[in-house]
């Protein structure tokens, strides 16, 4: 498999919302704390809608909320399922301040813990890779089975009362769902399907072959952006013109649809062939679809047979989010095509997204932003229409009730 890897460690007025503009200009003394709620009806009306207030992008309070309510309870997407699918494979994962480890077994079964030892909290594996059949803490020597149970602790045998059963890895919830990898720290927190209806049908429609993908490239950026700025960034393409010329060559803009469905969206639009970015014969397949996946994973089926990408984006805090952009194909061996097509994201696409987001997260904090920006939602909900921003800001609302 040729594997490419890339890592660039290189902020409304509603009629019922009021905020302190002061805040708004991002002057806001440190004794002084913003009002985090928002209304019920946020956003509902699309077409009448302003963004969630600037200082929900940049305050640690907030994502500290979000933190708790959001990313403690919802099913978060890790990885592609290939990436572990033999025994002993593991892979690691950063979130919000928790390192996780996600493992298949020597029992086939795939887990995941907290990547952290239970003696005294040095961090387990790093990375990714094939693990022994025991995991060995770095610190102490204190081995775990694949399955988490402790394995041995050196001189427990002296040690009044030591409990093995409460030695074991700490277990994280996790499914396999549409050919992915999620997790949940909340242990109670109901399903995938639950929490995303009807997703996995439409995956499979739009990717029939996603259990087929083998990961070919990941781009690793450390992205100085709320993780909300980066959702907002797509969930509308009225930026695609302007921002995305290769893209926007491609896309058909007059046959592009965003529909919502609760926790996920579906961008779906028709594509012709470009030379600045999707070569594909006239009458292929030519259709485009773009899932987001509440709260922040992204996965773009392109009009090429075979090939899928995914933003998966793991927050660090209220300005910084770790983001990995991975590309597969079905194929092992690539295409001087599928090079090529790769160094375009590379060098051109994902550089022009990474550069938008930036540039917003220091604009939020300007005092000459307003604290809200209008969302350009039109009647006919057209390719360039913003409703799905205000869509994910509703529910992001919900997130901020008293």
């Not at 919802?74 to 399922?81: D, K, P, T, V, Y």
């Not at 301040?97 to 907290?114: H, K, P, Q, T």
């Not at 003696?119 to 022994?132: F, Y």
């Not at 300005?319 to 690539?334: A, H, K, P, V």
Request: hydrophobic residues 35%; glycine residues 6%.
């Amino acid at each position: 498999m040729s594997l490419y890897a890339v890592s660039v460690f290189p902020k409304c007025m509603t009629k019922n919302f009021t905020y302190n503009t002061k805040i708004a200009r991002g002057d806001i003394m440190s004794n002084q704390h913003p009002d985090f709620v928002l209304p019920k009806d946020f956003c509902a009306n699309p077409r009448e809608a302003y963004t969630i207030p600037a200082y929900f992008y940049t305050q640690q309070a907030a994502f500290e909320h979000e933190k708790e309510r959001v990313f403690t309870n919802s099913w978060i997407c890790m990885a592609h399922g290939s990436e572990v699918a033999q025994p002993n494979d593991y892979i690691t994962r950063e979130i919000i301040g928790e390192n996780i480890v996600i493992v298949r077994g020597r029992d086939s079964v795939l887990r995941a813990f907290y990547n952290v030892c239970p003696h005294r909290g040095h961090q387990l594996l790093s990375g990714e890779g094939k693990a022994k059949n025991v995991i060995t803490c770095p610190y102490h020597a204190w081995t775990f089975k694949l399955d988490g149970e402790l394995a041995h602790a050196r001189n427990c045998e002296n040690v009044t009362n030591f409990d093995k059963d409460r030695a074991t890895l700490f277990p994280v919830r996790l499914e396999e769902y549409a050919g992915f990898i999620f997790i949940n720290m909340n242990p109670d927190a109901e399903s995938v399907e639950q929490q995303l209806p009807g997703l996995q049908d439409k995956v499979f429609e739009a990717c029939p072959d996603v259990h087929e993908l083998k990961l070919a490239a990941r781009f690793t950026t450390r992205t100085p952006a709320n993780w909300k700025n980066i959702v907002d960034n797509y969930m509308e393409c009225y930026h695609c013109e302007p921002a995305h010329p290769g893209f926007a060559d491609s896309v058909q803009i007059d046959r592009y649809w965003h529909t919502m469905h609760g926790n996920w969206s579906l961008q779906f639009g028709y594509a012709k062939p470009s030379e600045k970015s999707f070569k594909f014969e006239e009458g292929e397949e030519s259709s485009f679809h773009g899932f987001w996946l509440w709260p922040c994973s992204m996965f773009n089926v392109p009009p090429l047979k075979g090939m899928m990408t995914v933003i998966y984006e793991f927050p660090v805090d209220a300005e910084t989010t770790l983001q990995n952009y991975d590309i597969y194909f079905t194929n092992e061996e690539l295409t001087e095509d599928q090079k090529a097509l790769i160094e375009w994201y590379r060098n051109v696409f994902r550089p022009e997204d990474l550069r938008l987001v930036e540039s917003v997260q220091k604009g939020l904090k300007s005092r000459g932003y307003r604290g809200q920006g209008r969302i350009m939602a039109d009647d006919k909900g057209s390719g360039i229409s913003e409703h799905g921003i205000a869509h994910f800001h509703n529910l992001v609302a919900k997130v901020f009730q008293e």
